[in-house]
């Protein structure tokens, strides 16, 4: 195993990252979630909708300032690391001293001590905007798996260990800690940079040269994942913020598996052909049609399915974050012609284009959010589930000024959506059949099971180009086995 790990190209060590640490989150959640209910989950995420901005600035976005710096030295990381610490630990003392007031905002009593120790993940994320630079320029994947992994894996143990023993959500608290520990310690040990305590005002001047635009498009992107929770904090509670988290987290591992790995591609990808050529539409359109073909059945027949798995799986408590999750898992459906829009426009050095999609997006969420938390959950999911329906129009526009033409976009995803669609009724069908006969978890495995055949066959059918080479490996594989067996 040791031998094959090194192998692994750039893009591999990437995918690996995210297949394994979703996948170790999502078996950790599945297990937590029933024991401890929404409220401690929401809780977190109240907290996080503060700390997470900026913990997001002291790491990966202070990273992508000293990934721009062409000629880059030691004192490069060492000034920005000391302006960082001393960053975050002026944003810990803040949060230290008005965590009573912001529990009180939110009614919550139990959100002051949280808020005190989470205050300890801006400094910990202070500590590795160096190392994680200095493994990307040098494109070493391999660290930042590993620190990813690791962490995931030691704070799951502590966290699941936690949660048996009865911790309730200060589970989650010292999780969240100890993933960051890990994952800092890792990266420290990977890189030949010393931290020392130092600032250089020339290094921080050129630091400082990319560091507006870079936070301002972090912050953005940021914002988007929290202010809904947030906002439905402040309006209904951590319950039902607990229960947004459910179906903002499932939505979410979606993306990741079958929408973002193509998107981070195509930004390199796309940059080899010119605004307004043929080539360039046609590549658009084999990029709608190969997104669409693995998001859409996938996040349609999920939505089909999110009763037969929540009856399954958790208790009553999480009953009311039924619909909201079938709402969450739609959304990935226009969500991708706005990925695949921002993939081109980034390719084509249309970044400020992008930026101005970005900033519309991010504002029309915080306007959606706060006029709809008034009616509930339900209402929420849905306005975030109609609000890029509405918008599809801007990154329409702007792939229109690139020469790519609608016929493109709309031609690129209506076959995958048609077939999706007749997908996932015949689903909800079979389920609710099941449902009426059989236990929860019986139906559910059977309708998963059938689901997961037909969802190979459409991809082979529709995406042929992407069956044809796994099918030769596994002929491959199965015929180099034939004479060890026969042996």
């Known amino acids: 195993m040791t031998k094959w790990l090194p192998t692994l190209s750039p893009t591999a060590w990437v995918t690996t990252q995210a297949l394994l640490t979703q996948l170790i989150g999502l078996l950790l959640f599945a297990i937590q979630a029933p024991l401890l209910g929404p409220k401690a989950f929401g809780l977190v995420a109240i907290v996080m909708a503060f700390i997470g901005i900026c913990e997001m600035l002291m790491s990966d976005a202070s990273a992508e300032c000293l990934i721009s710096i062409r000629k880059i030295s030691d004192i490069h990381y060492q000034t920005l690391t000391t302006v960082n610490v001393g960053a975050a630990a002026l944003i810990a003392l803040v949060v230290f001293v008005a965590a009573p007031a912001l529990a009180g905002w939110f009614n919550e009593p139990q959100l002051q001590p949280i808020f005190r120790w989470m205050a300890l993940l801006p400094i910990i994320a202070a500590f590795s905007s160096a190392p994680i630079a200095a493994t990307k320029r040098e494109m070493q994947f391999r660290p930042l798996a590993l620190r990813s992994i690791g962490g995931v894996l030691a704070a799951g143990v502590l966290g699941l260990a936690l949660t048996l023993l009865g911790a309730g959500v200060w589970a989650l608290v010292w999780q969240a800690i100890a993933q960051r520990l ?18 250089s005002r020339p290094h921080l001047q050129e630091i400082g040269r990319f560091m507006g635009p870079v936070m301002f498009s972090r912050v953005m992107n940021t914002t988007t994942s929290s202010v809904p929770r947030f906002i439905l904090g402040l309006y209904l509670g951590a319950v039902d913020v607990g229960l947004f988290s459910m179906a903002s987290r499932l939505s979410d591992i979606l993306q990741q598996l079958t929408i973002m790995p193509k998107f981070a591609v195509a930004r390199v990808d796309l940059r080899q052909y010119a605004a307004g050529s043929r080539e360039l539409d046609r590549a658009v359109l084999e990029l709608f049609r190969k997104v669409s073909v693995m998001c859409f059945p996938i996040c349609i027949v999920a939505a089909a399915l999110t009763p037969t798995l929540f009856h ?12 909201a999750t079938q709402l969450m898992l739609l959304t990935c459906v226009p969500i991708v012609t706005s990925y695949c829009a921002t993939s081109t426009l980034m390719a084509l050095n249309r970044q400020g284009s992008e930026a101005l999609i970005s900033t519309v997006q991010t504002g029309s969420i915080l306007i959606v ?24 129009p801007l990154p329409a526009l702007y792939l229109r000024r690139c020469g790519v033409s609608l ?39 059977i309708s998963a099971s059938v689901s997961a055949v037909l969802y190979v066959l459409i991809v082979s059918w529709m995406l042929p180009e992407m069956a044809r080479p796994m099918t030769r490996r596994l002929a491959a594989l199965l015929g180099s086995r034939k004479p060890q067996r026969q042996r």
């Open 182 to 199: 890990v994952s800092v310690v890792v990266l420290w040990m990977t890189v030949p940079i010393r931290p020392r305590w130092i600032v």
């Open 312 to 323: 399954a799986w958790l208790d009553k408590r999480w009953a009311g974050g039924i619909v």
């Open 369 to 392: 959010a706060w006029c709809a938390a008034r009616f509930g959950l339900t209402a929420v999911a849905l306005a975030l589930m109609l609000r890029p329906l509405v918008l599809l």
């Open 407 to 445: 016929r493109t976009l709309v031609g690129g995803q209506a076959p995958a959506l048609l077939v999706s669609l007749g997908f996932g009724a015949a689903m909800w069908g079979l389920r609710v059949f099941l449902d009426a006969r059989l236990t929860s978890v019986v139906s559910l495995a």
